[in-house]
């Protein structure tokens, strides 16, 4: 392996990351102001949403969403926080901090690269 390869590699490790951090931000920031569109274009079409005894199409999750208190409206505090993030190639898995509403989340998000473009393609969870 050249040095030029290994720089090349690097640099692309550094723009998907970058990439992924802005999704995760798009995701906190759909979630704080029930932009369900937002959360449309961050999920993969046949996304699953998962956490105990709890299984949700994207869409019906959306539609959840979009049904319920907006968190900004509430007047929540903003206080989402990316834990982990790991990339291997053209996957990741994001571990983060979701205090919504009444309740707090700890969020696993498996997402994809496919055709260039990161999405969320798993989203499990539990209360903490």
Same mark, same amino acid.
């Given at each position: ?24 931000? &798009? @995701? ?6 029930? !932009? =369900? $569109? ?7 079409? %046949?996304?699953? /949403? ?16 979009a049904n319920r208190p907006i968190p900004?409206?509430?007047?929540? &505090? @903003? ?6 993030? !790991? =990339? $291997? ?7 983060? %901090?979701?205090? /919504? ?28």
């Amino acid at each position: 392996m050249t040095i030029q390869q290994t720089t090349e590699q690097q640099t692309k490790i550094e723009e998907d990351h970058k990439t992924i951090e802005e999704l995760l931000h &798009n @995701y906190f920031n759909g979630l704080y102001e029930g !932009d =369900i $569109e937002k959360l449309r274009n961050i999920f993969h079409d %046949d996304a699953w /949403l998962k956490g105990n005894n709890f299984r949700k199409s994207r869409d019906e999750w959306l539609e959840a969403v979009a049904n319920r208190p907006i968190p900004k409206k509430e007047g929540m &505090n @903003y206080a989402f926080k990316v834990l982990s993030l !790991d =990339i $291997e190639g053209d996957q990741a898995m994001a571990k983060v %901090d979701v205090p /919504l509403l009444a309740a707090h989340f700890i969020d696993f998000l498996g997402l994809l690269k496919e055709d260039g473009k990161w999405k969320i393609v798993n989203k499990m969870y539990t209360t903490v």
